[in-house]
């Protein structure tokens, strides 16, 4: 929508990056404040920032979204990732802005196996989790027409590699490789996400969508060995190395729980016009991003 301001906070992160540069090649004026600019711990500060610019749009990127940070600081996490999409909801109910909230599949019930739509239970088994749970329910009581797109695993940003392409650099270095086998969700590339919030922002759209690759829940090993493979394709790999299958429970680098079995189903995403790639398409995408951006040697 040339012309068409928008306002994105977390424009430095790894969808945000994304989420900026696509509004701009389409044609948006994007306003993307720095923290220091804006501290999301600042309601007032958040409030004023959606209330001074003028924005018909304000996309939220910004989220604590380390577990392990969220358990150690449960306040800094609640005030960022619960009250201050809040803040930003209510100033947009005063400005008329239409309002994106990203959240996540860590907000669901993931005891059980199999795809969850958006109404399925919500249970979650983190500090982060209960934030951005709560933000969810916080945005849609100050603003019923807001836009909440629940991503996982997202990748495809090379200057912000995931683990999807930290697996394929350390491979690339002859590094030992692992992943856990036993933890199921999808990938997002962040370009879908952008282009899902480019299609939607024009609609009527609102409440929960899942954004996410179409397909059969995938573990993160799976993920890993879907890039090791594509890199042994493209000759970037002279063979298929050894990639070792951790299990959750020996995961001992880890202090907070993760949910197993929080993979998304985006049928509503989709029915809404936003066509989504398969698991193996996603990986494909974002692999041949990272070695076209040859970022592999920093």
Known sequence: ???????????????????????????????????????????????????????????????????????????????????????????????????????????????????????????????????????????????PTALILRVSWVCGNPAKPSFVESTLIKALRGEPLAAIADKYSLPTDAEDIARAIMALLPTAACGVYHVCATGEPASWHTCARLALEYAVEAHALPAMPELAPQLLKNATFFREVRPPHTAMDNAALQAAGVPMPTVQETIRRVCRRLLKNNLLLN
């Open 1 to 143: 929508m040339p012309g068409m301001k928008m306002l994105v906070f977390g424009g430095t992160g790894r969808t945000g990056q994304v989420v900026c540069r696509t509004a701009k090649t389409a044609g948006w004026q994007v306003c993307a404040p720095a923290h220091a600019d804006c501290p999301l711990e600042d309601t007032d500060a958040v409030s004023d920032a959606v209330l001074q610019s003028d924005a018909d749009a304000v996309v939220n990127c910004a989220a604590i979204s380390g577990l392990e940070a969220c358990l150690d600081d449960p306040l800094h996490a609640h005030l960022v990732n619960a009250v201050a999409p809040a803040a930003m909801a209510l100033a947009c109910r005063h400005t008329g802005a239409r309002f994106v909230h990203l959240s996540t599949d860590y907000v669901l019930d993931g005891r059980r196996a199999g795809l969850k739509n958006e109404s399925a239970k919500c249970k979650p088994a983190s500090v982060y989790g209960e934030s951005k749970r709560e933000g969810e329910m916080q945005v849609t009581e100050a603003l």
